[in-house]
């Protein structure tokens, strides 16, 4: 019998959350007998590991700049006829011809929003002119003073992601979220926007947590060390690392012994280190970018993110299967669904850096706090397992 055919969609690959996530379904799939292959507009070469190219055939775009661009269109529809792919699961890319790849090819296609509903409305709403597409002088100014009021006084933006969702649905047999509140909200938002295709049935929305593979042993250490951890981009718009800065300011002259140990790298990596200079700060390290944060993770206690937004962030999750207590804004229903509502971890009254002070300072002078949130992630982190999601997905393959 001829394997079964599964296509996974990144438009960069390999890179951040998504990417990692095809990673990990294409080392279950594989596993179980299924064949994969990776189409993206952009190869990161340097990124491939060995397993990625034992594991996936990768079938690289024409061209980079769009990806409804008709050579790129004309090109995954021939490959998908080719390949004879059964499934094709899109990572969080709005800009496929969906319709045209369905009306020409036998596949099923799986879309897969990888973080809160619309959360382009506040990416967009804080982009700096500089990181606009093309960004001229003319464009920048463009930016300022006439798109960005718009975002802000008006549902212009909001409206326009909304129907550019409610056009895919009609296309794809799945819209899957990453936890069942992400689920409802989207299909909630959908059919109150009243535009077309969004009168989809209930069937056609799903959620399924992203999946782990096994960490890397050992994963429980004789003694955690008083290490607060950061692992994730430097980037100002999403992560709003520059927050975590001024908290610690205070939690270090709260607790000497503490040390924050920021791990990763990004566009704002120069000016975070001059603001730690200017904060004064004794005991934060930034650590650079590291493949593998095991080591990180197997020392530290805590896990600290003081994002704008998130979706389910993974940092948070691989920091679990080590016993590292997660905490965050409770901004966004992914750290409800990680922390156990509050359970495993800590959740803190949205953008309030007083209160994260205190609730922080507070469980590092708790052990037993520390040690039963500890127990509660180690437990938690079972849920993220490989096999267990992996099965999850064939279910819903069984359902199509």
């Known amino acids: 019998m001829t394997p079964k ?32 292959i990776v189409y993206t507009g952009k190869l990161a070469d340097y990124a491939l590991t060995p397993e990625d190219k034992k594991l996936t055939d990768i079938r690289v775009q024409p061209f980079y700049d769009h990806a409804t661009r008709p050579e790129n269109t004309a090109f995954l529809i021939e490959s998908l006829r080719v390949e004879k792919a059964d499934y094709l699961i899109v990572q969080g890319n709005t ?15 799986i879309f897969c929003l990888h973080n809160v509903p619309m959360w382009e409305i506040y990416f967009r709403k804080n982009r700096k002119s500089s990181e606009i597409r093309n960004p001229t002088l003319a464009r920048r100014l463009e930016y300022i003073l006439l798109r960005k009021p718009i975002y802000h006084l008006t549902r212009k933006l909001e409206n326009r992601l909304l129907r550019e969702y409610a056009e895919i649905l009609p296309h794809v047999d799945r819209m899957v979220m990453l936890c069942p509140q992400y689920q409802y909200d989207m299909e909630c938002m959908l059919r109150k926007s009243g535009y077309p295709g969004s009168n989809a049935p209930t069937e056609k929305f799903t959620s399924l947590i992203n999946p782990l593979p096994p960490a890397k042993e050992p994963v429980r250490t004789e003694k955690k060390e008083k290490i607060v951890l950061y692992v994730g981009r430097l980037v100002k718009v999403h992560k709003r690392v520059d927050r975590l800065l001024k908290i610690w300011q205070r939690i270090e002259q709260l607790n000497p012994d503490w040390k924050l140990i920021i791990v990763g790298t990004g566009e704002e990596e120069i000016e975070l280190k001059k603001h730690a200079v200017q904060l004064g700060l004794q005991r934060a390290e930034f650590a650079g970018f590291h493949a593998d944060v095991s080591p990180f993770f197997r020392r530290a206690s805590f896990c600290c993110l003081t994002s704008n937004f998130e979706g389910l962030p993974m940092c948070l999750m691989e920091g679990q299967q080590y016993g590292v207590i997660p905490v965050s804004f409770d901004s966004y229903a992914g750290i409800r669904e990680i922390t156990c509502d509050g359970e495993c971890g800590i959740m803190v009254p949205a953008y309030s850096l007083r209160k994260y002070t205190t609730m922080l300072s507070a469980a590092l002078s708790d052990p037993d706090l520390q040690e039963r949130m500890r127990e509660g992630s180690y437990e938690a982190a079972r849920r993220y397992e490989l ?14």
């Not at 990417?19 to 299924?34: I, M």
């Not at 800009?95 to 296609?109: G, H, K, Q, W, Y």
């Not at 096999?387 to 199509?400: M, P």
């Open 5 to 36: 055919t599964i296509a996974f969609y990144n438009w960069i690959y390999p890179g951040g959350g998504a990417e990692t996530v095809t990673r990990h379904l294409a080392r279950f799939f594989s596993s179980h007998g299924y064949r994969c």
């Open 387 to 400: 096999e267990r999601i992996g099965q999850q997905w064939l279910e819903l393959f069984e359902q199509l």
């Open 95 to 109: 800009d496929l011809p969906f319709a045209t790849i369905r009306s020409n090819t036998n596949c099923r296609v």
